[in-house]
C-alpha cells in the first residue's frame, strides 16, 4: 500500500532553512503528483506546494520565493527546501499524493520556527 514517511523537521530560527524530505512506497512514484501541506495548532490544514508527474509546480503565496519543492523519481523522494523561515511558518508538514481519488498522507515532521 501507499506508504509516504517525512524527514527533516525541526527547531530552527527565523531566518533559517531547513530541507524536508517525504519518502514515497507501494506506487509508481513517478507518475503522480506530490504535495506538501501543513497544519498549525488550531489551524485548517494548508497546501504549501505541490509538484506534478511532468515536473510542473505550484506555491502558496505565503511561501513564494522562499520554499522550493522538488522530487527525485529514482529515489522516490520528494523534497521541501524552506529559507528564510518565519514563525509563522511553524506547523506540522505532510506529503500527500492521490492515486484514483484516494488521498494518501505521511505521518508528518514538526516544523518549529523560534528564537
Known amino acids: 500500500q501507499v506508504q509516504l514517511v517525512e524527514s527533516g523537521g525541526g527547531l530552527v530560527q527565523p531566518g533559517g532553512s531547513l530541507r524536508l524530505s517525504c519518502a514515497a512506497s507501494?506506487?509508481?512514484?513517478?507518475?503522480?503528483?506530490m504535495s506538501w501541506y501543513r497544519q498549525a495548532p488550531g489551524k485548517e490544514r494548508e497546501s504549501v506546494a505541490y509538484?506534478?508527474?511532468?515536473?510542473?509546480?505550484k506555491y502558496a503565496d505565503s511561501v513564494k520565493g522562499r520554499f522550493t519543492i522538488s522530487r527525485d523519481n529514482v529515489r522516490r523522494t520528494v523534497y521541501l527546501q524552506m529559507n528564510s523561515l518565519k514563525p509563522e511558518d511553524t506547523a506540522v508538514y505532510s506529503c500527500?499524493?492521490?492515486?484514483?481519488?484516494?488521498?494518501?498522507w505521511g505521518q508528518g515532521t514538526q516544523v518549529t520556527v523560534s528564537s
Open positions: 500527500s499524493t492521490a492515486i484514483l481519488g484516494n488521498r494518501s
Open positions: 507501494g506506487f509508481a512514484f513517478g507518475s503522480y503528483t
Open positions: 509538484i506534478t508527474n511532468a515536473g510542473g509546480i
